[in-house]
């Protein structure tokens, strides 16, 4: 979720979640899956999860950005995955049988950027919680499955409108509150009230809940860690992953991500996938790694766990 605050506390432990350490030496990672994995940061649980899902014939990585590969950020267009991240994420997709995806409610155009994702890249997008795809080059879909994306619909023009007008009313009524932020979106608009004091915070997103109640009720509304996004796209990250599943023929699913809206990808994982959750809160991820570094060191091991099974 975009410009949503960092909250490193212990995970609320709902699902028996596995609670990994923060990496010991983050720097002294390699970027290739040519050593012996570094697994003495992650209890033996954690590891036995990630053999297991290593050694699936076809295995989809699929992470949110925002709080997850990259810290959190005031200026969210500041955003980058940390240098782990960015080695992590290139080892797993240069590996055979191994796809990953980002799944961001961040528009197209602005994951591109923060990702830092150019023409060539083997990364497929999610962008707009789903609403938004972009393959890679060559990308072949599975037998069957067909890739679909909202930039081909032509018969959005009234939403978009409403869009338009609804995003201009908000920025007009409550732009001025010190630390609110209103963000536009593809299909939508965001409030984001991070630096906001709590008292201006709820009041900011009481009144854009009244004027999107008022004016678009059949919108979708999301919450996240200091944050309401509302949409005439109903697409959630829940159907993002199983599009990918589909598109993919993946028979296993690794998922990371950090805040509400990566818990409805979440609840989607079957027995043979695996789900994690960055920083704190409940969740039904099996999971929990403390931060954006950590995760990436998770992806290390992962990384080196399937070069071997692969090999």
């Known amino acids: 979720m975009t410009n949503a605050p960092h909250n490193a506390a212990a995970p609320h432990n ?11 030496n983050p720097a002294a990672r390699g970027n290739a899956a040519d050593s012996a994995p570094d697994t003495a940061a992650f209890p033996p ?3 036995a999860a ?3 899902i290593a050694h699936t014939p076809k295995l989809l ?18 955003a980058r995955s940390t240098p782990e991240g960015v080695a992590a994420v290139a080892a797993l997709a240069a590996l055979p049988n191994t796809v990953v995806a980002f799944v961001s409610g961040r528009s197209m155009n602005d994951l591109r950027i923060i ?5 060539d890249s083997p990364v497929y997008l999610a962008g707009s919680h789903g609403a938004e795809v972009r393959p890679p080059e060559g990308f072949e879909p599975a037998v069957g499955a067909e890739i679909t994306s909202a930039e081909a619909e032509s018969d959005a023009a009234a939403e978009e409108a409403l869009r338009d007008e609804l995003y201009e009313a908000a920025v007009s009524q409550f732009s001025a509150v010190p630390g609110a932020w209103i963000e536009p979106k593809r299909f939508g608009f965001g409030v984001h009230v991070r630096l ?9 997103m009481a009144g854009t809940d009244a004027l999107v109640a008022e004016r678009a009720p059949h919108w979708r509304r999301r919450t996240g860690k200091n944050i309401v996004e509302y949409a005439f796209r109903h697409e959630g990250k829940d159907t993002a992953l199983a599009a990918l599943r589909e598109q993919t023929g993946a028979t296993a699913v690794f998922f990371a991500g950090d805040d509400v809206t990566d818990e409805d990808a979440l609840r989607t994982l079957g027995a043979g996938d695996l789900g994690v959750r960055v920083g704190g809160g409940e ?8 931060d954006p570094e950590a995760l990436a060191q998770l992806l290390d091991v992962l990384v080196r766990l399937r070069a071997t099974s692969q090999s």
């Open 14 to 24: 709902a699902a028996a979640p596995h609670n990994a350490a923060a990496p010991n």
């Open 45 to 47: 649980e954690t590891i």
């Open 50 to 52: 990630l053999e297991t």
């Open 61 to 78: 990585v699929a992470l949110d950005f925002d709080g997850t590969l990259s810290p959190l950020h005031d200026a969210p267009m500041e």
């Open 115 to 119: 990702a830092e994702h150019a023409e």
């Open 196 to 204: 906001a004091s709590p008292a201006d915070g709820e009041a900011v």
């Open 283 to 290: 969740s039904v991820a099996k999971v929990h790694v403390s």
